[in-house]
């Protein structure tokens, strides 16, 4: 199974709004509503921030929202914050039954 | 709490074998899919496999199918990532994590593994 594709940078400036996408095929992100979206600062764990395309785990601002449309899922962050410069990655359930990773995206705050 | 205590980090030579841990605590083991992740220097996450410690259903990615082995010992709460023989290539930190809602995604994560391969 190949990496989802997530752009390799974004960026923005505080208070704005940027859309991280997240591409798959029909065996992973379009037949599955099992998106997952994780943010990772330098030397830290992973921390999840989206589960299940749109949910949010207690504790993470609701800035922070998912979509998905066929084989594409979005990570949308609002009002940029200094700290949500981190790296962002996406998963996805597969059709054999794993999890696969994208290839991260590094958020940067100007 | 749940807490996710992984074991320290290791140096190690090419072709060695190597056992590195996790130890849940805070919430029922046997319930709750523990899962492996791979982070190679300055690169991103790889998802290597999943284990059910209530009956040790494991599943690996194809990519890591058969060149590591995932266990659990749930009469002390602790999952393993296991080589039997190290490349220089194995190196990375190594993260277990939680699965919130079966295999889907994580929701608790250890501290992580170095591991570190060398000759």
């Known amino acids: 199974q190949s990496a989802l594709t997530q752009p390799a940078s974004v960026s923005g400036s505080p208070g704005q709004s940027i859309t991280i996408s997240c591409t798959g095929t029909s065996s992973d992100v379009g037949g599955y509503n099992y998106v997952s979206w994780y943010q990772q600062h330098p030397g830290k764990a992973p921390k999840l921030m989206i589960y299940?395309?749109?949910n949010r785990p207690s504790g993470v601002p609701d800035r922070f929202s998912g979509s998905k449309s066929g084989n594409t899922a979005s990570l949308t962050i609002s009002g940029l914050q200094a700290e949500d410069e981190a790296d962002y990655y996406c998963?996805?359930?597969?059709?054999?039954?794993?999890?696969?990773f994208g290839g991260g995206t590094k958020l940067t705050v100007l | 709490e749940v807490q996710l205590v992984q074991s320290g980090a290791e140096v190690k030579k090419p072709g060695e074998s190597l056992k590195i841990s996790c130890k849940g605590s805070g919430y029922s083991f046997t319930s709750y899919w523990i899962g492996w992740v791979r982070q190679m220097p300055g690169k991103g996450l790889e998802w290597m496999g999943i284990?059910?410690?209530?009956?040790?259903?494991?599943r690996y990615s194809p990519s890591f199918q058969g060149q590591v082995t995932i266990s659990a010992d749930k009469s002390i709460s602790t999952a393993y990532l296991q080589w039997s023989s190290l490349k220089a290539s194995d190196t990375a930190m190594y993260y277990c994590a939680r699965g919130a809602r079966a295999v889907a995604d994580f929701d608790y994560w250890g501290q992580g593994t170095l591991v570190t391969v060398s000759s």
């Open positions: 284990i059910y410690p209530g009956d040790s259903d494991t």
């Open positions: 299940e395309v749109s």
């Open positions: 998963s996805s359930y597969t059709s054999s039954s794993t999890v696969v």
